[in-house]
């Protein structure tokens, strides 16, 4: 049994608890719970686990006793007068099961001591979590996938800024913390595992390098035990990074990130006082943390995941994005296609900026790539995968940016996906707008294979199917006197 059987067959047991009125992410929070205290025994660390709550005594209790056992567990594990022990307290804090039936949970304890774990060790644990992760984000009636990463988006990404050792690296909207392990995992196959490095080196990676502030409990809770089971150790913060209280986060070599959208509650500020620009807007907000995290080397860079909102915002958006002008060089902005979250009609991109030595006039071109036009469909059936950014890394020349070139006459062939602004032209558009399409979308469709036509028809009406579902449970609550 490989991994993927194995998740399955774990996720499988949610149907078991339908009926016990648990939700997608109840249940991955629940098997994060269980998980944690099987995968320390499978990776012998269970030291830092009271005796009395260790593996081999959660599986000898049943019935009651279990249900009983179970919850008191939950209770101490998370409390630090009775488990003095930083890392176990944050992951079961304020923990709760939703599992209400005996059967139930002697029946996924069961069958989680009974998985092939030698296979789930070879493959490796922390791809078998992170398989779940993204099994919820998948189910569209989780609600997790709406602005879920894609793994391949977030891959690429990593592959582009391309990570160095004794680097310094930040999410400041950790989220799982997908985009650390990612780097982390990019690292480590440039390094044979890390142990091309010394113990000093080897040190700051696992402790040092990495970094994260996660808003949300439940999902800071699913972070931690993603970076535990990729052995990983860094500053993985519960917390707002727009208040006072992401300030810690400064002077990074890198930053990879997809943070929020939406504006704040109440449409109310950050509450940073580190912030030259105040606004509403979240992901307005991100981008200037982000930029002004950076160190000053010469060498720190970031890819940030944005909406078109981003590009073409006027007052205060078009002020940040003068300000990460000046003070980055912003060389390149890649039109994702929409489709890629599963939030249906959000459009995004990435924007890839270099730290400039000084704050004024660091940008002097902007390339951009439209991979958004006379694309195929992505959705849930047709997931965004590596082979879709080819094209994109080509242009893009990772290890040598001064080799781009236009590879085509704008004037002889205007739907390139590939387009070089200077910043002359950037200031002289409404609003300093980098909201820039020329491609239509119409152009390529009659020439689109018969399958491909026929594989997005399935998509959209898929969708649409979702969408009234979706409307449907919305309405069951709703009375005729509402």
Known sequence: MNNQEIVQRLWNECNVLRDDGVTYLDYLTELTYILFLKMSKEQGQEDQIPEQYRWDELVKRDGEDLQQYYRQMLLDLGDATKTPNKKLNVIYANATTSIKDPKNLYKIIHDIDDLDWFTAKEEGLGALYEGLLEKNANETKSGAG???????????????????????LNDPAAGTFGFMVAANDYLREQTDDYFDLSAREQEFEKHEAFSGMELVQDTHRLALMNEYLHDMDGRLELGDSLSAAGKWMKDFD???????????????GATRDDLT??????????????????????????????????LFADGVGEKIRLDLMNKCNLHTILRLPTGIF???GVQTNVLFFDRGTTDQDNTKEVWVYDMRHNMRSFGKRNPLNKKDFEGFEKAFCVDDRSKR?????????????????????????????????????????EDRPLSELLSDMVEKSQNIADAVSA??????????ED
């Open 277 to 310: 620009y105040s606004t509403s807007n979240k992901q307005l907000n991100f981008l200037e943390i982000i930029y002004n995290s950076l160190n000053r080397s010469g060498h720190a860079r970031a890819a940030v995941v944005v909406p078109d909102n981003v």
């Open 254 to 268: 890198v930053v990879l990130t997809n943070p929020p959208f939406g504006t704040k509650k109440g449409g109310e």
């Open 146 to 168: 709406q602005y879920f990463t894609p793994r391949p988006l977030i891959n690429m990404m990593v592959e582009m800024v391309q990570p160095k050792i004794g680097e310094r």
């Open 471 to 480: 409307l449907q449970k919305a309405l069951e609550g709703v009375s005729d």
């Open 342 to 344: 599963y939030a249906q």
């Open 405 to 445: 070139v236009e590879d085509y006459d704008a004037e002889k062939n205007p739907n390139g996906r590939w387009r070089k602004f200077s910043i002359d032209e950037i200031k002289a558009r409404p609003n300093t707008s980098i909201d820039i399409s020329w491609i239509g979308d119409e152009d390529e469709k």
